[in-house]
């Protein structure tokens, strides 16, 4: 009779699953400030993820690269360290080259082009480009259209002429400054501010959000409007992790990811009008505007890095993106 009391308790544990399972941790890592499309969109995640699976899992977030700075989530990740993170699409060189089409100048005329082409069948298939590498994409997240800052103006191409840029760990960034007579260095997001405040180096180039939340504004009195390129991000995460969660799980956080970016993609449009115009209010940073001349000057100068890059990235690629602009 002891015997099928026990057996009958351990029969209703096992169909119940283990009690008080240890909740899923999920470090979710980036490097911007909380108040910017990306920092709002990994606390609406971690908002969404609790609220669907309580006790199930648990989001942290660390922002401002307080877990790993940007040339490290992705190795980090590799490793199990952390399980989500939005590296800027121009931090995925290493992993694939065809991600190297979004950093070309001139390419998109704007956000909603760099929309356009994300979703299209091209910019969906590089969501899963990176798969035999360990890495899958879950969605694109917008921040924005970039703009040069300088310690002197930058009105015509000229200007970048022997100054020295930061810029991401892109090739087609550093070739971008060169092909102007500049010199790029790459380095970390976290360093950009201590580098122009003791003018190690000249510029460099972000949106509106990036310059106003980390607050390069305040030490580079001059940013033209030059809406060169874009800086968007890709959700990533491990495909060890994502694929070893329970199916009922991984599909809430799908959901709960799919809505996070969405709301995320609001937020980009929004915080780029506000930001630049507190720039513009403090006083701190003149905006330069381009007159059509001069814009065409830049597009003239800047347009053969396309060349340069075109067997890596593949020229339908560029083909395809460019249709972007006209759909
Ligand atoms: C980011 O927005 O995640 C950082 C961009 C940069 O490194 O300039």
């Not at 992705?74 to 190297?100: C, H, N, W």
């Amino acid at each position: 009779m002891r015997n099928w009391a026990l057996i009958a308790t351990l029969l209703a544990a096992f169909i119940a699953g283990p009690a008080n399972a240890d909740p899923i941790v999920i470090k979710f890592s980036h490097v911007v400030a909380e108040n910017t499309p990306k920092g709002k969109m990994a606390n609406r995640f971690k908002q969404l993820a609790e609220e669907r699976l309580p006790g199930k899992v648990v989001v942290e977030v660390y922002p401002n690269s307080q877990l790993f700075g940007d040339n490290k989530v992705l190795e980090a990740m590799l490793l199990g360290d952390v399980q989500i993170g939005a590296p800027s699409l121009s931090k995925f060189s290493r992993y694939t080259p065809a991600l190297d089409v979004f950093d070309l100048p001139f390419l998109f005329k704007d956000l909603a082009a760099v929309d356009r082409f994300q979703k299209s069948p091209e910019g969906q298939a590089m969501l899963d480009s990176m798969r035999d590498k360990g890495l899958i994409g879950l969605g694109y997240l917008h921040n924005g259209m970039k703009q040069m800052s300088a310690y002197s103006p930058l009105r015509v191409p000229a200007d970048v002429k022997g100054k020295k840029f930061r810029v991401q760990t892109s090739d087609v960034l550093v070739a971008q400054f060169e092909i102007l007579g500049g010199t790029a260095v790459k380095k970390p997001f976290s360093e950009v501010f201590t580098l122009l405040q003791t003018k190690a180096i000249d510029g460099t180039e972000n949106p509106w959000s990036n310059t106003f939340s980390k607050k390069f504004f305040e030490v580079q009195p001059y940013i033209t409007e030059t809406d060169h390129g874009v800086l968007d991000y890709m959700v990533v995460t491990s495909a060890e992790f994502w694929l070893g969660l329970p199916d009922d799980i991984r599909a809430e956080l799908s959901k709960a990811m799919d809505e996070a970016v969405a709301y995320g993609n609001e937020v980009a449009l929004e915080q780029a009008v506000q930001d630049r115009q507190a720039i513009i209010d403090s006083g701190r940073s003149e905006v330069i505007a381009l007159t059509p001349e001069e814009r065409a000057q830049w597009v003239d100068a800047m347009r053969p890095v396309w060349a340069q890059f075109e067997a890596a990235i593949g020229k339908d690629m560029i083909e395809k993106a460019l249709a972007a602009n006209n759909e």
